[in-house]
């Protein structure tokens, strides 16, 4: 798919999937303009690339910032803050996102965006029976940030629809790789079971659903490329992989793919507010909006061995500095 002359602008570029995104699209060819807090302390994250532009700002100023871009096709918002455990149940602060977010949809009309994508989550679907999560089913998120990313969605669709824009709104399951947050249960395996170390983990007999980011980002590209044909249309879309199992399966092929170092300590670790819960998405609608051609390129298997090589390939590299 090429994108040559094709302008795009991004929210979130610094993030963990927004990066990656961000660095897909520049790889295809289009301008990538991105909203960045100046004082953000992850813009070494962003893709190093002659066609990226950097616009300073944070999303309440996403108007007259972005005013500077001129036009644009599309508008991908994944910049969400209050994320963490301390802020995920904080009203106050997921208004600000709300508020902040619509601040980016009046952007995206000003601009003339033709296609609306933001980032929505999994936990929007809150507890759904056997896990099953799919995108017709009705939504009873249990945090704050889940009532939130719902609200706002909801909101969105209505303004797109009132302005004529394509809207996805893309509920990320769980996504890993290079960059993912150090405390995620796959950047913690991959760490520290090569070291020889104990990982403290819940009884993981609940099923999941693991994405490699690669595999997310090109998602992202294969929905943008095929929305040219999706006028007017607004689509909730599961992003995730075909590989949901129960989850010590995984954590099991994570030690067996580390040579079986370190030891795994089940039922030791303190569940968050949710609890143990299974998730299982469908991803229909992923396959149908691209056409019926999406296909994953990394197996679980293959993408943390990916993890596995970069981890030492860093440990090398910090080894010759030090020596």
């Known amino acids: 798919m090429e994108l040559a002359g094709r302008k795009i602008v991004m929210t979130g570029a610094t993030g963990f ?26 813009k070494d994250r962003l893709p190093r690339h ?13 108007v007259p910032v972005l005013d500077g871009v001129g036009a644009a096709d599309a508008f991908l918002h994944f910049a969400w803050g ?22 980016c949809l009046k952007a995206a009309r000003r601009l003339g965006c ?29 945090n704050e940030y889940g009532k939130a990313k719902l609200e706002f969605y909801r909101q969105a669709a209505a303004l797109c629809r009132q302005w004529g824009m394509v809207y996805y709104h893309l509920r990320f399951f769980s996504v890993y790789g290079k960059g993912d947050h150090p405390w995620s249960i796959i950047s913690t395996l991959t760490r520290e079971l090569p070291m020889g170390r104990t990982v403290s983990l819940s009884a993981c ?8 980011i690669s595999d ?22 599961n992003i995730a992989s075909t590989d949901t199992r129960q989850l010590r399966s995984f954590v099991e092929e994570i030690h067996e793919l580390c040579g079986g170092k370190g030891q795994l300590q089940y039922g030791s670790f303190v569940q968050a507010k949710e609890g143990a819960l299974s998730v299982c998405p469908t991803i229909e609608t992923l396959k149908d909006l691209t056409d019926g051609t999406w296909e994953e390129n990394i197996t679980f298997s293959l993408g943390i061995r990916k993890m596995l ?14 020596g």
């Not at 999937?17 to 991105?34: D, P």
């Not at 007999?205 to 490699?212: C, Q, S, V």
């Not at 998602?219 to 943008?224: D, G, N, R, S």
């Open 17 to 42: 999937i927004g990066s990656h995104v961000a660095g897909l699209f520049l790889e295809k060819g289009a301008e990538v303009y991105v909203l960045v807090r100046e004082s953000s302390a992850q």
């Open 50 to 62: 002659k066609n990226i532009h950097i616009m300073y700002g944070t999303l309440k100023d996403a």
């Open 82 to 103: 209050g994320v963490n455990r301390e802020e995920i149940d904080s009203r106050t602060v997921q208004e600000e996102n709300i508020a902040g977010s619509l601040e």
């Open 114 to 142: 033709r296609i609306f994508m933001d980032a929505g989550s999994r936990v929007e679907y809150g507890i759904t029976e056997d896990g099953v999560m799919s995108e017709n089913m009705e939504c009873h998120p249990v």
């Open 205 to 212: 007999m609940h099923r999941w659903n693991f994405m490699e």
């Open 216 to 237: 997310a980002a090109r998602a992202v590209v294969e929905l943008y490329g095929h929305s040219d044909t999706r006028a007017g249309q607004m689509h909730v879309v």
């Open 309 to 322: 090589d970069e981890d030492t390939k860093s440990m090398d590299f910090a080894a010759r500095r030090l």
